[in-house]
C-alpha cells in the first residue's frame, strides 16, 4: 500500500510522518501542477513538522517549479498547524474557509475556480467532518480531493454534535458529482488512493445509515446515555479513540433527535 508519492498525472502525495489512530499512516498533503507548467497548488500543507513541510518545499524545486498557492481542506491541525512556515518557505498565500487558517490567503466558496498556471481546481463544500471542510475538484484528472469527509480506510469522525446531517448531505453530493464528472480516483487526506470513487461513497452512506440504525435500536433497548450506546455499538473499541467514538454516538443522538426518533425524555 504505497501512499508517499501516489496520485495521478497532476497531483502527487508527500506523506507526513504522523502516523497514529486519526491520522491513520500519516498526513497526505497534496502537490498539484499542470503538466509542463511551472506555477504549483499545495493542498493541505500538514501539521508544524518542519522537515516535512521543508521536504515539500524542496520537490517543488527540484521539478523546477514554484508554489503559487496553497490551500487547507479543514481547519485540523494535522493539515493546517504548519499553514505559516509553509508559506515563510514559499511565499504562497494559503486559502482556507476559516480566516483563522487562513495566511495571507482568501477565504474558499463552493464552486469557486481556482487556477494555477493553467490548472483548474473547483471547490465543494462538504461540511460534516468540520463546519469548514471542503473537497476540490481536478476536473482534467477526473479526481477530487477530499481532505478527512472520505478517508483512504476507515470512516471519519463528525466533528460536532450538529454535524451528521450536513455530513450526509456532503456524502450524497459527493456521490452525485463523482456520477456526473465520471471522477475516478478520491484522493484522501489520509489514507490510500481510492480508484472506487462510487463504492467507496456508497460504503460510507451504508455504514452511517447502519450506525444510525444501530443506535435506534441500542437506545430502544434501554441504554442510557453516550457510555452505554458505544458500548453496545462499538463493543470492540479501544480507549484511545473511545473519544472518537463519543463524538460520533452524541453526533448521531442529535441526528435522531432532530428527526423525532428519539423516545420522548431521553438524556444523553
Not at 29 to 45: I, S
Not at 94 to 106: K, W, Y
Not at 211 to 218: I, K
Request: proline content about 6%; glycine content about 12%; hydrophobic content about 40%.
Amino acid at each position: 500500500m504505497r501512499i508517499d508519492g501516489s496520485g495521478t498525472l497532476r497531483a502527487g502525495c508527500v506523506l507526513c510522518p504522523n502516523p497514529g489512530p486519526m491520522t491513520l499512516e500519516g498526513t497526505n498533503t497534496w502537490v498539484l501542477r499542470e503538466p509542463g507548467a511551472r506555477g504549483v497548488m499545495v493542498v493541505d500543507p500538514g501539521p508544524h513538522d518542519e522537515r516535512h513541510l521543508e521536504r515539500v518545499a524542496r520537490i517543488v524545486q527540484e521539478q523546477g517549479a514554484q508554489v503559487q498557492m496553497a490551500a487547507v481542506t479543514h481547519r485540523h491541525f494535522d493539515h493546517a498547524e504548519g499553514s505559516r512556515y509553509f508559506s515563510e518557505l514559499t511565499g504562497a498565500p494559503v486559502h482556507a474557509v476559516d480566516p483563522q487558517v487562513r495566511v495571507g490567503g482568501a477565504g474558499l466558496e463552493d464552486g469557486q475556480l481556482l487556477d494555477v498556471d493553467g490548472l483548474e481546481v473547483r471547490v465543494i463544500a462538504t461540511p460534516g467532518h468540520t463546519d469548514d471542510s471542503v473537497c476540490l475538484l481536478v476536473e482534467a484528472d477526473s479526481a477530487i480531493l477530499t481532505g478527512d469527509t472520505i478517508l483512504g480506510h476507515g470512516t471519519t469522525v463528525i466533528d460536532g454534535d450538529d454535524g451528521l446531517a450536513p455530513y450526509m448531505d456532503s456524502l450524497y453530493r459527493l456521490r452525485g458529482l463523482v456520477e456526473e464528472y465520471q471522477v475516478r480516483t478520491l484522493l484522501p487526506g489520509h489514507g490510500p488512493i481510492l480508484t472506487s470513487p462510487t463504492a467507496a461513497l456508497t460504503s460510507y452512506i451504508d455504514h452511517r445509515e447502519a450506525r444510525l440504525a444501530q443506535v435506534r435500536d441500542a437506545v430502544a433497548a434501554g441504554a442510557a446515555g453516550v457510555g452505554e450506546i458505544i458500548d453496545r455499538v462499538y463493543p470492540d473499541v479501544v480507549e484511545s479513540v473511545r473519544p472518537a467514538a463519543a463524538s460520533s454516538v452524541r453526533a448521531q443522538l442529535r441526528y435522531l433527535a432532530v428527526k423525532g426518533e428519539l423516545p420522548e425524555g431521553f438524556v444523553e
